[in-house]
């Protein structure tokens, strides 16, 4: 497996953002050679799979500005510095979306975009929601929708389903209807 | 729905790199106020969901250096200028692990980082396989391997199968054993 390793013979911060941090590394190869990894730095996120009592997966509607378009997606938000993942989950489902859970169970964890970037999302599951008063970010502007799942593969048809993690989090669930895992 | 969006004022290219180009923006958001937004842009990629005769899915074992870990990943790989990804498909399945495909249909494409990346992966199933010679890019390493779906599960929680595409694909792999789509 060693003779896949590359090895970092210099790194470099290009951009310290309040969201990423870009680097420039120099590496070494296994065959010797020098070549560079354009790479960034992520903090990780959270983003939970949570259904209302009539078994509808909750999302939010908002604008994503790299992709200049509206989506709908799971709530999920990046992890504050030092935090819990499990703890980060309770918090974003709540802010986003107004509800509560009771537990919060890890499903799976994936890294986005392992070409060029660090960022890791840990994807659990609510249960036991309670409905409360939405509070999200002061910078983040969303509005809650409710979708079976033959309405969220029409969205996902659409387009407006379109981010790896909430694809993931549709087949996800049609797996566990049709009892796989 | 436009009570959601933002809109950019200002756009200033931080990093233009080989592979991402990095954009710092300052935009106006729904309620007048004024934030800034760190973007990523990326070529876009595509990845290929391919079966051996026995059922098992092929995958390569690589090297990432973002992560600083060896991963179990689909075929996949970046769109060159202009590239139609399917034509892009077929290309990056034969030059990472020797299969040639007949056909390539795709399944479903997505973003992965939509908070702060335009990357799209988009998600095709090849048919028709034949195997011939393995040509990686020469700043490429990777290794051939061929899982059942119960052994990519165990990948995945030992944490070598870790990437949102690859996830994704097991789920969707899982999901026509079971009879769904």
Known sequence: MSGLEEKTIRSRTIFDGKLIRVQLDEVELPDGRTSTREIVRHPGAVAVLAFTGEEKLILVRQY???????????PAGKLEPGEDPKACAFRELEEETGYRAEEMHPIVSFYTSPGFADEKVHLFEARGLTK??????????VEVEELTLEEAYGKMKEGLICDAKTVAAVYIWHNRV???R
Chains 1, 2 share one sequence.
């Open 132 to 141: 409360g008063e939405m509070r999200p970010d002061t910078d983040e502007f």
């Open 64 to 74: 994503r500005n790299p992709l200049e378009k509206t989506t709908l997606e799971i």
């Open 178 to 180: 049709l009892g796989g």
